[in-house]
């Protein structure tokens, strides 16, 4: 008895594992990939400043200490308290210490941090706040700052004030 071949009969990929491994991915990136921006505080009127440069963070490991306007120290919008403040940089200090042995063997505990602290502090932050944070950060060998400021443009401009007399904006 002769075999038939029938021509309806191919073989088709499934692909539903692939699809479902793509989804995966796309759900697993959109859950990790904005961590960073949600350590801001939005709620704070920086300080405005014409002069701000934007922070190059190509390859740069940061930490965002955000100081608010009663000089509460915030990570995720949730206040700290003093103790817990320094509690939080000694962890991070801790984390980043682990981060730069595993990228260089020779980095010793008495060596500065490579990652940059950005501070984000309310424009009517007590100083003495903004003092103590930094002195901390330093007690746990941070030594490179970037103090975050608004910028004129993104700042809101009232009219009739000495600023927007000699800066009529621009259409």
Same mark, same amino acid.
């Given at each position: 008895?002769?075999?038939?071949?029938?021509? /309806?009969?191919r $073989?088709?990929?499934?692909?539903? *594992?692939?699809?479902?491994? @793509?989804?995966?991915?796309?759900?697993?990136?959109?859950?990790?990939? &904005?961590?960073?921006?949600?350590?801001?505080d939005t709620?704070?009127?920086?300080?405005?400043? +014409?002069?701000?440069?934007?922070?190059?963070?190509? +390859?740069?490991?940061?930490?965002?200490?955000?100081?608010?306007?009663? $000089?509460?120290?915030? @990570?995720? &919008?949730?206040?700290? /308290?003093? *103790?817990?403040?320094?509690?939080?940089?000694?962890?991070?200090?801790?984390?980043?210490?682990?981060?730069?042995?595993?990228?260089?063997?020779?980095?010793?505990?008495?060596?500065?941090?490579?990652?940059?602290?950005?501070?984000?502090?309310?424009? &009517?932050? *007590?100083?003495?706040?903004?003092?103590?944070?930094?002195?901390?950060?330093?007690?746990?060998?941070?030594?490179?700052?970037?103090?975050?400021?608004?910028?004129?443009?993104?700042?809101?401009?009232?009219? +009739?004030?000495?600023?927007?007399? /000699?800066?009529?904006?621009?259409?």
């Open positions: 008895m002769p075999i038939s071949h029938s021509r /309806s009969a $073989g088709e990929p499934n692909l539903t *594992p692939i699809l479902d491994m @793509v989804f995966q991915l796309i759900t697993f990136f959109m859950l990790v990939i &904005n961590f960073k921006t949600n350590q801001i709620q704070m009127d920086l300080p405005v400043v +014409g002069t701000a440069r934007p922070v190059k963070a190509d +390859g740069l490991q940061l930490m965002m200490v955000n100081i608010n306007n009663r $000089g509460q120290f915030t @990570v995720f &919008n949730k206040p700290y /308290s003093d *103790p817990q403040m320094e509690q939080y940089i000694a962890a991070q200090a801790a984390s980043d210490r682990l981060a730069a042995r595993r990228t260089k063997s020779s980095f010793d505990d008495a060596d500065d941090l490579p990652t940059t602290v950005v501070i984000r502090a309310d424009r &009517n932050t *007590p100083f003495e706040k903004l003092h103590h944070a930094l002195k901390l950060c330093q007690a746990n060998h941070y030594r490179d700052f970037v103090f975050r400021t608004a910028t004129i443009r993104a700042a809101t401009i009232q009219p +009739g004030s000495a600023h927007a007399a /000699s800066n009529p904006p621009r259409t």
